[in-house]
C-alpha cells in the first residue's frame, strides 16, 4: 500500500472520528496502525505522529473527565499534518 493511499485512509478515518462515526480508541488504534506503514519517512516523521496520536488520546480523555480539552486543535493541527505529509513525501 503506497504511503498516499495510507494518508487518505487516514484522512477519512479522522474525519469519521471528528463526526462521531468512530470511536477514538478505534481511532487511535487505526492511527497506530498507519504510523507503522508508512514506508521511507525519516524517524521525525513518525515520532511526530506519536506526538499527534498522544494528543489526540490525551485531550479526549480530558473531555471525557469534563476538564478543558483541546481535542478539536489537535484534530485540526493532525489534519493539516497529514496534508503537509501528502505534499512531502506523495508527490
Known sequence: MSNLTILERLEVSLASYASGG????????????????????PFTVTHELRRHEYAIETE???????FESHKEEAKDRLLSWIHD???AYCT
Not at 32 to 40: P, R, T, V, Y
Not at 60 to 66: S, T
Open 22 to 41: 468512530m470511536t477514538r480508541a478505534t481511532f487511535v488504534h487505526f492511527l497506530s496502525d498507519s504510523i507503522n506503514a508508512l514506508e521511507g519517512v
Open 60 to 66: 479526549g480523555y480530558f473531555d471525557d473527565e469534563g
Open 85 to 87: 505529509l501528502k505534499l
